[in-house]
């Protein structure tokens, strides 16, 4: 055993000091510090990843980078219904793959599907809703009236043949497809119709009060055309506007205006539409803040969405990508507004226009005067209008 010299101190303490080596007590008392110090570390940071991590979504792909908190999983509309913020969107969905894309989203937690009735495949989505096993009034779910059947006599017909292939007694949402009346049993454009589209709201509302629908609302309007339609006297003002939104035409007017009138906005194509989707995911901001947050590129884009105010409607038939879509996460406030700046700065591109496809002699989406609408129709060539429709 080594020996130790000490020298008394004059304040009287029991403590010596070690004038060659350290006493056994001087490195116990080290240690204790030490042991402490690492213990508070130890505590510091469970703290802080039990709070990091609470308010995470449940996705093994998130980063710790942020306290990320969550969006809204509803928004009210005016009816006082609550509307799922991210649907599955089922456009372009092939026959045999949309049913179990169908079942793979409402199992992974999805309760809004968005159908339509041109999109040829609301049948295989009735039917995979009810071997689901989800209960009807869980799932909201959306359709929409096709240009052909907007006279007043066709809406009720074209509903019920939703309602039929779908499975269902009623829609939690049924829309105007599109701001342009095709002539009965034909693909050529009605001017009268397409001018004036309050008769066939009318039936809509129509279709409200007998139950077969809860909420009504329109796709791919514009102002003009918005202000249109609520200049008549409305008993049901629109539920909604389903329009394209993404990075490359993010139609912030539009946006403003919605919010300030209180029809919301529904964002189809949200990672940029065909042939624009992989772009979207590279552009650098978005790449940046995927990086930072530890989440995708593609929930870094449904995330911007949801916080503008949007519903969201991407579409997938890929099961960790349906997962994945889901899982939005409020972007903090300065890279929100990068992403915001970012898109809104450059010129709007739109990826969707039929337009030509239907050889109508104006662009839809152009803020054209109403009144010139039936000299439109009457143009020489109207008799090829609707060729080429898709």
Known sequence: MPSYRYKLLSSGDDDGELTTKPTTRRKNVLFALVAAAAALYAMFTAVRFVVRTSRLPCNSRMGMHRNLSSLPEHFTLASGDKIPSVALGVWQAGRNEVGNAVKVALKAGYRHIDDAWVYYNEEEVGQALKD??????????????????????????????????????????????????????????????????????????????????????????????????????????????????????????????????????????????????????????????????????????????????????PKSVTPSRIEENLHVVALPDDLFETLETAATSHPPHRVGNPSKGWGIPFDIFDDYPYDDVEAAGEREGAENWGKGVV
């Open 132 to 313: 689901s096993g989800v209960p009807r009034s869980e799932v909201w779910l959306t359709s929409k009236l096709w240009n052909t059947f907007h006279a007043p006599e066709d809406v009720e017909p074209a509903l019920d043949e939703s309602l039929s292939k779908l499975g269902t007694d009623y829609l939690d949402l049924y829309l105007v497809h599109w701001p342009i009346a095709f002539k009965k049993g034909t693909n050529q454009f009605d001017p009268e119709l397409t001018a004036n589209p309050y008769p066939t709201w009318q039936k809509l509302e129509e279709m409200v009060e007998k139950g077969k629908v809860r909420n009504i609302g329109v796709s791919n309007f514009n102002i003009p055309r918005l202000e249109n339609l609520t200049a008549n006297p409305l008993k049901i003002k629109p539920a909604v506007n389903q329009v394209e939104l993404n990075f490359w035409n993010p139609q912030p007017d539009l946006l403003e205006w919605s919010r300030e009138n209180g029809i919301p906005l529904e964002a189809y194509s949200p990672l940029g539409g065909t042939g624009y989707v992989q772009k979207s995911l590279d552009v650098p901001e978005v790449k940046a803040i995927a990086s930072e947050l530890g989440i995708t590129p593609a929930q870094v884009l449904i995330s911007w969405h949801v916080q503008r105010g949007t519903i969201v409607l």
